[in-house]
C-alpha cells in the first residue's frame, strides 16, 4: 500500500510495478486455484514480449536464417511497434516518452546494426514526439529551431527543462501522427512508382543490378506505357538478378541476364542505370549491394545518367567515415565453397555485402516525395530528424 | 537507342536451314580422299555447320552461341570423315572447354598441326607445299565451329602457311617434313616459352617486396611471373579475383597456393572493397589489338576502370605473337558467346532461371571477352620489352618488316 506514492511513469518504478504483481501472483497462487491476473500486467508482459520478438526476428534476418525482408516491411513494424509503446507504456511527459523510445530504440539498433530503417524509423517518431510537444505548447517549430540556433550562439545551453510538461492530449496527437506516418510508409512504392513514366521513354536500354523491390515496381509501372529493355547484373555470390528478371518478364518486359564481369563491357550501350539501395548516407552516398560501385564508375565513363530509387524511409544521418562499421560480411563459403578443402585453409576468402557509392557519381535520386540531386539530401535530412536525434546512444 | 524486333520464328529459320546443309555434308565424306585442286573452294563444305542454341541478345545476333550439351561431332561419320582424328579430339576438347586459355590453346594446335604433318603422305601429281595447305583449310573450319580461333591461334596458322608455302619443290618430302616440324618447335620455343622468360625477367623488376598484387582470372603467363618472383624471394601477397560463370580463378588460386604464396580470393563483385589495400594490378590478355586496345577475359576492363579510379597501376603481360592487325574498340563486333546455360545456378534449393528457354522475353548472355581503353593501361610488358598501349602498331610494324 506504502507503493501507491510513486505513481509516476519511469522504467524502474515499471520494473517494481511488475515485480509486485508477479509477487502478488505468486502469492494468489499459493492461495487459490487459478492465478489472479492484474488488469495493467497484461499490456506490460504482452508490450515487452512483442518486442522481443521484434527484436529476435530482426537478430535472425541478418544471419540470413531467417525469412529475408525488404525494408520496407522492417519500417513498418518498427513503426507499429512504436505506436504501441507510445500507446500502452506508462509515461507522464513527452521527456520519459522519448527516454523510452530511445532505450528500444538502442536495442534494436544494436540487435542488427546493418538495419538502418529501424533507426530511422526510431529518429522520425521522436521528431513527430518533439512537434508534437512544441504545438501543444503553442510555439512553432520554426521559432523553436531559431532560438535553439541562437541558443547556440549565445548561451549555448540546453533545453533541458523543456519536454517536462504535461499535456492531457499528447498522447491521441502523437499516435495520430504516428499513423500518419504509416499510411506515408505504405504509399512509398507507389508513390514511386508513379514518377516512372517522366523519366523512361521508348525503346530505352535500362540496367540495374541485383534485385530491389523499388525498382522492381518502378519498371513494372513504366511497361505498362513504354517497350523497353531491362539488363540485369546478377549479382553474385546472391544471385539475386536472377529472381529480379523472372519477375519482370512476368510482365513481358525484354530482359537480359550479364554476369557482373559483363557489367563495363554492355555499358556503352545503355541509356540509364536504375538501382536501389539499402541505405541513403547524410552526405548524399548509397550504401548499396556489392559491385554497385563498379555499376556507378562504368556509368560515369559513359556519361550515363545514374538513377537512385529510394524512399524517404532510406535516409539515415549516418556519414560513410567508420571504416569497421560500414562493412557486413557473410560466411565466405558463398564464395569458395568447402568442396575447394585442400586449398580453403590457406586461403582467405573475403565476401562483404554492402559496397559505397560516392556521392558524386549519382545523378538523381527518386523518392517519395519527388526527384532530388544528391547536393540536396542535408536539406531533407534536416526536415525529417532533429539534430540531437542523430546520436541515439547520447541524447536527454 | 536500339531497336529489337525480336521475333522467335527468325531464330527457328536459321537452324532449319544449317541442318540440311549438314544432311548434305554427312554424305558428302563418301568421295574419295583425294581431291584435284579445282575442289579448293568446297573444302569447307565437307565440314558440317553447327546449329546455334537458345535465344540470342538481339545486339549479338551476328555470333554464334552454342551449346556444351551439343558438340560438333555428331554430324561427323567416323572414320569416313576428312577431318584428322587428332583435330576432332582437339574440337571436342576445346568446344567442352578442356583446354582453355590462348597459349595453351595455341600450344595444343600447334601439336596437333606437328602429328597432321607427321601423317601425311603427297599424293601423286601434287606438290606438298600447294597439298598441304589445302588439306589444312577443312581442319581449320572444323576448329573455328567447334569454338572461334583465338588471335595467336590465327597468327600461328598464318606462321605455318607461310612456311609451308615457302617449302621448296625439289625438297624431299621426309626432308619438308621434318623442316616443318622443326619450324614448329622452333615457333612455339621461341614466341612462347621464351617469350615468357623475357617477360617474367622484365616484370620481376616492377615487383617490389611488401607489394600486394591483384590478378584476375586464371592467366598462364602472370603465374608464371608469380611463381618466378616468389622464387626469386620477393615478397609480396596476392589477391585473386575471380568471376562467375567460369570460376577460373579458382584454378590460379590452387597453383599459387601450392607454391607457397599468400593468397586472398574475392568475386569481382567485391572489387571496391578489396581494391584499397591493392599496389600493383596484373593482368593477362587475349590479344592485343592495332589500335591500342587490350581484349582479354570479360571483366578485365572492369578491373582496369576501377584501378584507375583508385589510382592503382595497371600491368598487362602479353607476348608479341598475341599481338593482330584488328582493330575494335568495343566488345560487341567481335566477341565470343558461351553457353548461356553456365548462368544458371541453384541456390538455396531454388534455380530461378532454369526454363529460361520457354520465357518469352528473358535472355542469357554469356560473354567470353571484352575490350579495354589503353588509358586504362599503364603498361604493356612483352618480350620485346616494356611498352605503353599505345605503341602496339609500331611492333606490328617492325615484326612485318623483318618477315
Known amino acids: ?396 | 537507342k536500339k531497336q529489337h524486333k525480336k521475333n522467335k520464328k527468325d531464330d527457328r529459320g536459321p537452324p532449319e536451314k544449317e541442318k540440311e546443309k549438314e544432311k548434305a555434308s554427312v554424305l558428302a565424306p563418301s568421295k574419295p580422299a583425294t581431291q584435284s585442286p579445282a575442289h579448293k573452294g568446297t573444302a569447307s563444305k565437307y565440314v558440317p555447320l553447327r546449329s546455334d542454341y537458345g535465344y540470342k541478345v538481339s545486339l549479338f545476333s551476328h555470333l554464334h552461341q552454342y551449346s556444351r550439351k551439343n558438340p560438333p561431332t555428331q554430324q561427323i561419320s567416323i572414320p569416313a570423315t576428312v577431318i584428322h582424328p587428332s583435330i576432332v579430339r582437339l574440337g571436342l576438347q576445346y568446344s567442352q572447354g578442356i583446354i582453355a586459355g590462348s597459349n595453351a590453346r595455341s600450344v595444343a594446335l600447334l601439336h596437333a598441326f606437328k602429328q597432321v604433318i607427321q601423317d601425311y603422305s603427297t599424293p601423286p601429281n601434287e606438290e606438298l607445299s600447294r597439298d598441304l595447305v589445302n588439306k589444312l583449310s577443312p581442319y581449320i573450319s572444323f576448329l573455328s565451329q567447334c569454338r572461334p580461333l583465338s588471335a595467336s591461334m590465327g597468327n600461328a596458322i598464318k606462321y605455318i602457311k607461310k612456311e609451308i608455302s615457302n617449302i621448296p619443290s625439289q625438297c624431299k618430302e621426309e626432308e619438308a617434313k621434318r623442316r616443318l616440324q622443326e619450324c614448329i618447335d622452333s615457333y612455339i620455343n621461341e614466341k612462347i616459352i621464351l617469350a615468357s622468360e623475357a617477360i617474367s625477367k622484365y616484370a620481376i623488376e616492377k615487383i617490389s617486396d611488401g607489394d600486394v598484387i591483384l590478378v584476375y582470372g586464371c592467366s598462364s603467363l602472370v603465374n608464371h611471373i608469380l611463381c618466378e618472383a616468389f622464387e626469386k624471394q620477393r615478397k609480396f601477397r596476392v589477391i585473386v579475383v575471380d568471376s562467375r560463370p567460369r570460376l577460373e580463378g579458382r584454378e590460379a588460386l590452387r597453383r599459387l597456393v601450392k607454391k607457397g604464396i599468400r593468397c586472398t580470393y574475392v568475386l569481382i563483385s567485391a572489387l571496391s572493397y578489396i581494391l584499397p589495400e591493392v599496389s600493383k594490378v596484373f593482368l593477362g590478355a587475349h590479344a592485343l589489338l592495332a589500335n591500342g586496345y587490350v581484349m582479354s577475359r570479360v571483366g578485365t576492363s572492369q578491373i582496369a576502370l576501377v584501378a584507375k579510379a583508385y589510382n592503382v597501376p595497371v600491368l598487362v603481360c602479353c607476348e608479341t605473337y598475341k599481338f593482330c592487325e584488328r582493330v575494335q574498340t568495343d566488345s560487341f563486333e567481335s566477341n565470343e558467346l558461351d553457353d548461356p546455360d553456365d548462368l544458371i545456378v541453384t541456390r538455396n534449393g531454388k534455380t530461378h532461371l532454369e526454363n529460361w528457354q520457354t520465357v518469352k522475353s528473358l535472355g542469357l548472355l554469356n560473354l567470353v571477352y571484352d575490350v579495354t581503353p589503353p588509358d586504362f593501361v599503364d603498361l604493356v610488358i612483352t618480350d620485346l620489352g616494356m611498352i605503353p598501349c599505345t605503341s602496339v602498331p609500331v611492333v606490328l610494324r617492325v615484326k612485318n618488316v623483318d618477315q
Open chain 1, 1 to 396: 500500500m506504502t507503493r501507491r506514492r510513486f505513481l509516476s511513469g519511469s522504467a524502474s518504478v515499471q520494473a517494481f510495478r511488475r515485480l509486485d504483481q508477479l509477487t502478488i501472483l505468486a502469492r494468489n497462487q499459493r492461495f487459490t486455484e487459478t492465478p489472479v491476473k492484474m488488469p495493467g500486467a497484461d499490456k506490460e508482459t504482452d508490450l515487452s514480449e512483442r518486442i522481443e520478438s521484434f527484436l529476435s526476428e530482426l537478430k535472425r534476418c541478418g544471419s540470413g536464417a531467417g525469412s529475408l525482408r525488404g525494408s520496407a516491411e522492417t519500417a513498418r513494424e518498427t513503426t507499429a511497434l512504436l505506436r504501441r509503446i507510445t500507446a500502452q507504456a506508462r509515461w507522464g511527459n513527452a521527456g520519459e516518452l522519448m527516454e523510452i523510445i530511445r532505450k528500444e530504440g538502442r536495442r534494436m539498433t544494436a540487435a542488427q546494426p546493418s538495419e538502418t530503417t529501424v533507426g530511422n524509423m526510431v529518429r522520425r517518431v521522436l521528431k513527430i514526439i518533439r512537434e508534437e510537444y512544441a504545438r501543444s505548447r503553442g510555439s512553432s517549430e520554426e521559432t523553436d529551431q531559431q532560438e535553439s540556433l541562437h541558443k547556440l550562439l549565445t548561451s549555448g545551453g540546453s533545453s533541458e527543462d523543456n519536454f517536462r510538461q504535461h499535456f492531457a492530449h499528447l498522447k491521441a496527437n502523437v499516435i495520430e501522427a504516428i499513423n500518419e506516418l504509416l499510411t506515408e510508409l505504405e504509399g512509398t512504392t507507389d508513390n514511386i512508382s508513379m514518377q516512372a513514366l517522366e523519366h523512361i521513354h521508348s525503346n530505352e536500354v535500362i540496367m540495374t543490378i541485383g534485385r530491389s523491390r523499388t525498382v522492381e515496381a518502378f519498371l513494372k509501372d513504366a511497361a505498362r506505357k513504354r517497350k523497353f529493355h531491362v539488363i540485369v547484373a546478377e549479382c553474385a555470390p546472391f544471385c539475386q538478378g536472377h529472381e529480379m528478371a523472372t519477375s519482370l518478364c512476368k510482365e513481358d518486359i525484354e530482359t537480359t541476364v550479364i554476369p557482373d564481369a559483363a557489367i563495363f563491357a554492355v555499358m556503352s550501350r545503355v541509356n540509364k542505370v536504375i538501382i536501389g539501395t539499402q541505405t541513403v548516407l547524410a552526405n548524399g552516398g548509397l550504401r548499396a549491394v556489392n559491385g554497385t560501385h563498379t555499376l556507378a564508375l562504368a556509368a560515369k565513363h559513359h556519361s550515363t545518367p545514374l538513377i537512385v530509387c529510394a524512399p524517404m524511409f532510406k535516409l539515415s544521418p549516418q556519414f560513410p567515415n567508420e571504416e569497421d562499421t560500414f562493412h557486413k560480411f557473410v560466411s565466405p563459403h558463398e564464395v569458395l565453397p568447402f568442396t575447394e578443402g585442400e586449398i580453403l585453409s590457406k586461403v582467405n576468402a573475403h565476401c562483404p555485402v554492402f559496397d559505397y557509392v560516392p556521392p558524386e557519381l549519382i545523378t538523381l535520386f527518386i523518392s517519395n516525395i519527388g526527384g532530388n540531386a544528391p547536393s540536396y539530401i542535408y536539406r531533407l535530412m534536416s526536415e525529417l530528424y532533429h539534430p540531437e536525434d542523430h546520436e541515439l546512444y547520447t541524447g536527454k
